[in-house]
């Protein structure tokens, strides 16, 4: 096929995504004088995508099915708007040949490689038995036609266990289970068949050894239509959570030179097998000496900033370059590796709550200015709402420096300084574990999450006496504010009190915490606070998003957002939720909603896994539900009977609704 028909310029680009992705693109090609078209679905009518690009079009109802992954309304967005080219960012039909294929039938250039060569790399299993043919390192495994049981399970004693059964067609670390000894493998085909069916429409399984203390290697790579082929050196994502990256680093800190030579010589040899055009990424497990390839993903990846930090090169312009049909502007040798880079997905999730996908309207987005190595990437602004149909990601935030070290250090502090509201998210979680010393000692594996999750989600600390007189302050002002529109500072109004000294009492609590009790004292003088035994004073400046509070002599600087009488302060010691218990309103103790087995989000009921009747201990597993894509399973809150169950499989439940009842058993 001549590759001029299949890459050539173009002046309008439809952007086939949403969220940060679609954000992305749209900068670059904006940058480039490009005219973008956005697509959105009726959840994301308001979206940030949406208002980025010059043109939008409404594909159709919130599920991606009838609106992200429908084909046919893209091609026809792009014929409206007069597109001529389509960037499929990644995920949704990113990776799926029939709509490369659809593009270019429409005679649209599509931004990425063929669909030929997105089926030959497409599958798991397909890409392997090619990269086996090249001569690429493989971990052993069982790559073949047959499905039927008894072929999958002498191939995984064949391989021995531990073993990995894997999607063909999965992505995500959906549709794949680690089984340990035979006896789980048939409860593990099914479940992971399940999940692939659902989410790829693909329930073709394969099974890899499991390499022990496993890391993830990948390296970047980008082919022009000249046959020219470069590696962009490699990332290192073995911070993952269920296979899902969570924190990536480029270069790899665990490679010396020349292991690095050798992982992006393969990674070049497996793109060379199928003569690659456009960005891919060549994914690689490694014990910690050699590498094993296990897939290629035949687009941008959500983790590319990393490389684009260390190497100086916008890889969306390389791509939109390569689709003109432009020869690549440097040579392998002209690829420089410059300091360090650290990405942090941030996701609406609730790591305390087995990272529950967290939805709702985003009240607070306050995040760090792109200063000093810092680059954030996101999907989403204040007064957004992240919504149940699509992944929570909502940004990425991405540290360069010179040296590891500083860049953790940069990335730590831009989450530190990160406030978001309204929904919860993971940015403490990753604080967490981005400064925990072994992930500073690069002394970790692909399980280090699970592991360390207790340490990772330990709670916050518990308020002091600089928490308490913020949490006055905060009221103070807000209250200011709310009496007097933009008020200048509350704390001057406490002079107009012409009989001397008055005093307020507030009480706070955390949780179902005992009551804090602080007394303010103001009036003629300077204010003071009396927390205990103990009388502070104190002096309030306020700036953007809160103040600076000087207590004892010391100043430092508290964000706060008051909604109701719900307080959220982030001071030196860390983020703090404060109830403030109003002596007024009768203060209601709210039911204790753990017993409930109840839905926590929309989802489909996937498994029933107890019978009406049967006796369970606690933290038996009761059913699973499907919710964003991930299985969640509902446990028994405690030892008990199974008095009923209130839904069926394939039932589709809205959050909330009861779905089965426990009778505790009397102890
Ligand atoms: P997906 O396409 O769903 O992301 P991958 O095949 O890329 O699936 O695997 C996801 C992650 O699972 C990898 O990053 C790696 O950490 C882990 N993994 C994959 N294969 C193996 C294996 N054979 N042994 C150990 N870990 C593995």
């Not at 049909?325 to 590796?337: R, T, V, W």
């Not at 008020?487 to 107009?496: E, I, L, R």
């Amino acid at each position: 096929m001549d590759r001029s028909k299949l890459y050539r310029r173009f002046r309008t680009l439809l952007i086939a995504n949403r969220g940060e992705i679609a954000c992305r693109v749209i900068r670059t090609a904006r940058a480039m004088g490009l005219r973008t078209v956005a697509v959105y679905s009726e959840a994301d009518r308001d979206a940030m995508h949406v208002a980025l690009a010059d043109e939008a079009v409404l594909l159709g109802p919130a599920r991606a099915r009838d609106s992200y992954l429908n084909v046919e309304r893209l091609i026809e967005a792009a014929r409206k708007t007069g597109a001529e080219a389509v960037h499929p960012g990644y995920g949704f039909l990113s990776e799926n040949a029939e709509f490369a294929q659809a593009c270019l039938d429409a005679g649209l250039v599509f931004v990425g490689p063929t669909a030929e060569m997105m089926t030959a790399m497409g599958s798991k299993s397909g890409s392997k038995a090619l990269m086996e043919k090249a001569g690429v390192p493989l971990v052993p495994g069982y790559h073949g036609e047959a499905q039927d049981d008894a072929t999958l399970s002498k191939a995984a004693d064949k391989i021995g266990f531990p073993i990995l059964v894997k999607a063909s067609a999965g992505g995500g670390g959906r549709g794949m289970r680690i089984v340990r000894s035979a006896a789980e493998l048939a409860p593990a085909i099914v479940s992971a068949k399940r999940e692939a069916k659902a989410a790829f429409g693909d329930d073709r399984m394969l099974i890899e050894k499991y390499v022990d203390n496993p890391r993830h290697i990948e390296v970047q790579i980008i082919g022009d239509s000249h046959g020219n082929l470069l590696s962009l050196f490699e990332r290192e994502c073995t911070l993952q959570r269920r296979h899902q990256k969570v924190i990536e680093e480029a270069p790899s800190p665990t490679l010396n030179a020349a292991q690095r030579e050798t992982v992006c010589a393969a990674a070049r040899k497996a793109a060379g097998a199928v003569n690659y055009v456009g960005a891919g990424t060549i994914e690689f497990v490694s014990d910690g000496k050699d590498v094993f390839f296990i897939e290629m993903n035949t687009r941008l990846q959500v983790e590319h900033p990393v490389t684009e930090l260390i190497t100086g090169i916008d890889l969306v312009e390389w791509q939109l370059r390569v689709a003109f049909g432009e020869a690549l502007p440097l040579k392998q040798d002209e690829i420089k590796l410059n300091g360090h880079a650290v990405e942090a997905r941030v996701y609406a999730e609730n790591p305390t709550k087995n990272f529950m996908p967290s939805v709702g309207k985003i009240s607070t987005w306050r995040l760090p200015a792109e200063t000093g190595g810092l680059r954030i990437d996101a999907g989403y602004r204040e007064g957004d709402t992240v919504s149940p149909y699509y992944d929570a990601m909502l940004a990425k935030m991405i540290a360069w420096a010179p040296t590891r070290d500083v860049a953790i250090d940069r990335l730590n502090r831009g989450l530190e300084d990160s406030d978001v509201r309204g929904i919860v998210t993971n940015i403490p979680f990753l604080s967490a574990l981005i400064t925990h010393p072994k992930v500073r000692a690069n002394a970790i594996d692909t399980g280090f999450i699970e592991r360390e999750l207790a340490a990772l989600t330990s709670g916050a600390p518990a308020p002091g006496e600089l928490e308490l007189c913020a949490a006055v302050a905060a009221i103070v002002n807000d209250e200011r504010q709310v009496a007097q529109g933009e008020a200048k500072s509350p704390w001057q109004t406490f002079g107009w009190m012409p009989l001397g000294r008055r005093q307020r009492s507030f009480a706070f609590r955390v949780g179902h915490g005992p009551e804090l009790k602080v007394t303010l004292n103001y009036g003629s003088g300077p204010s003071t606070l009396v927390i205990g035994e103990r009388e502070l004073a104190f002096t309030v400046a306020r700036k953007d998003g809160g103040f600076d509070l000087t207590l004892d002599g010391v100043k430092s600087s508290v964000a706060a957002v008051i909604d109701g009488h719900e307080l959220y302060l982030r001071t030196r010691n860390g983020r703090f939720d404060l109830h403030w218990v109003d002596p007024f309103g009768g203060e209601t103790e709210e039911q204790a909603g753990a017993d409930k087995i109840a839905a926590p989000l929309p989802g489909t009921v996937v498994a029933v896994l107890a019978e009406e009747g049967a006796k369970l201990e606690k933290g038996a597993p009761i059913l699973t539900l499907e919710v964003m894509k991930m299985e969640q399973t509902l446990r028994a809150p405690y030892a008990g009977v199974l008095k009923s169950i209130k839904c069926k499989v394939g039932d589709i439940v809205q959050e909330g609704v009861e779905l089965a009842v426990v009778e505790a058993s009397g102890e």
